[in-house]
């Protein structure tokens, strides 16, 4: 695999401002609030030779994972209807549930690791996670891959 094709997830808060202006440069010509690239540019602050130099490398994740398995680990307590109140936020956001694996829990946590397919009409993974983070008993999520 050479360089230019390896991916990387990242948290928003590790990412350099040009490029989240970049995308968002990219969503204005989207939505059609600028026609131009020196427009969206200008809009958001940046030059339109950064646009172009990172306007192919960097996309939300939601873009990037429609017809994709997205393999999430999560760490919860051992309460009763934790993990179907989990499963009920992946049903929420249209994604469809391929595997699911729970370890035995240790002091009260399990580990589940759920790959879910990304459908066309499957909403922003982003929002799913965080909103499977928030619920009570659930003490972590992350995404491991996306195939």
Not at 1 to 19: G, N, R
Not at 64 to 90: A, E, M, N, W, Y
Not at 112 to 141: C, F, N, P, W, Y
Request: hydrophobic content about 40%; charged content about 25%; overall charge neutral.
């Amino acid at each position: 695999m050479a360089e230019s094709d390896k991916y990387f997830v990242v948290t928003q808060k590790a990412i350099p401002e040009v490029l989240l202006k970049v995308v968002e440069a990219k969503r204005l010509m989207d939505s059609g609030r600028c026609e131009t690239v020196q427009d969206a540019a200008g809009q958001v602050g940046i030059s339109r030779s950064s646009f172009y130099k990172y306007k192919d490398d960097i996309f939300p994740f939601h873009d990037s994972t429609k017809g994709r398995t997205i393999t999430l680990s999560l760490q919860i307590d051992d309460r009763p209807g934790l993990l179907s109140d989990v499963l009920k936020s992946i049903a929420k956001f249209g994604a469809n549930v391929l595997t699911i694996h729970q370890s035995i829990p240790v002091s009260g946590v399990a580990a589940v690791s759920v790959s879910v397919q990304a459908l066309e009409t499957t909403g922003d993974i982003s929002d799913m996670v965080v909103e499977m983070g928030h619920k009570e008993g659930v003490r972590g999520v992350k995404i491991l891959a996306k195939e």
